[in-house]
């Protein structure tokens, strides 16, 4: 338990649905990231957020939105995905942006 | 084009003797070293970090080493143990493409054999 909680674990959804990720954490952290993991890949860095603002977006395709309500919680809205997205979604959390970040079990998506 | 490389992508080690994984980079802005453990189903947990003003660090039976004109890392473990079994992450702080932000390598994936 690392004090990062991810919703749901798994999650299969049609390439027409529309789904959202959820992320908690209350370890006092401001920065906020998602993450995709992909086999054979490096962690990709998908979006930051320090102290509840969007801080990067590193070419994430559209269809992928993230929101931050307050510095505790995180979101990934998800619409009209592909099955490439298929993979492992972490968010993680960190005192400072760039950091030891504490990462969250991940949910992983499965796009049919 | 990777910034942050790890060669080996699995690695067995005897119970016991020294576990050595390594990590090359190419950014000169890196400037804050990580090493990330991952287990199955779990999501990567923070091991030991590095600044680039020192050329080791040691934590218990963990021991980063930084050589900063060769651009490589290694994390040392002494002595491996079975549950040390995981997938090893290396990860780099540093200003890339005009932003700070923290570039992962592919993982090595650790057996230690009892």
């Known amino acids: 338990e690392t004090g990062v909680t991810q919703t749901p674990r798994h999650l299969v959804m049609g390439m027409t649905n529309k789904k959202s990720l959820k992320c908690e954490q209350h370890?006092?952290?401001?920065?906020m990231y998602w993450y995709k993991q992909s086999a054979k890949k490096p962690l990709e860095l998908m979006f930051v957020y320090n102290f509840k603002e969007q801080t990067e977006n590193n070419s994430v395709p559209s269809r992928f939105s993230p929101e931050c309500p307050n510095s505790s919680h995180l979101f990934l809205h998800l619409h009209t995905l592909q099955p490439e997205d298929s993979a492992l979604y972490l968010c993680?959390?960190?005192?400072?942006?760039?950091?030891?970040?504490?990462f969250g079990q991940g949910t992983r998506l499965t796009v049919v | 084009d990777q910034q942050v490389k790890q060669n080996s992508p699995s690695l067995s080690v005897q119970e016991g003797r020294i576990s050595i994984l390594n990590c090359d980079y190419t950014n000169s802005m890196f400037d804050y070293f990580l090493w990330y453990k991952k287990y199955p189903a779990e999501g990567p947990t923070f091991l030991i970090s590095?600044?680039?003003?020192?050329d080791k660090n040691e934590d218990g039976r963990f021991t980063v080493f930084l050589n900063k004109s060769a651009k490589h890392l290694s994390l040392h473990i002494v002595p491996s143990q079975p549950g040390d079994s995981a997938v090893y992450f290396c990860?780099?702080?540093?200003?890339?493409?005009?932003?700070?932000?923290?570039?992962f390598g592919t993982g090595t994936k650790l057996q230690v054999i009892p």
């Open positions: 590095i600044s680039s003003i020192k």
């Open positions: 990860a780099a702080s540093g200003q890339t493409g005009g932003y700070q932000k923290v570039t």
């Open positions: 370890l006092g952290h401001n920065a």
């Open positions: 993680a959390s960190s005192r400072q942006a760039h950091t030891e970040a504490f």
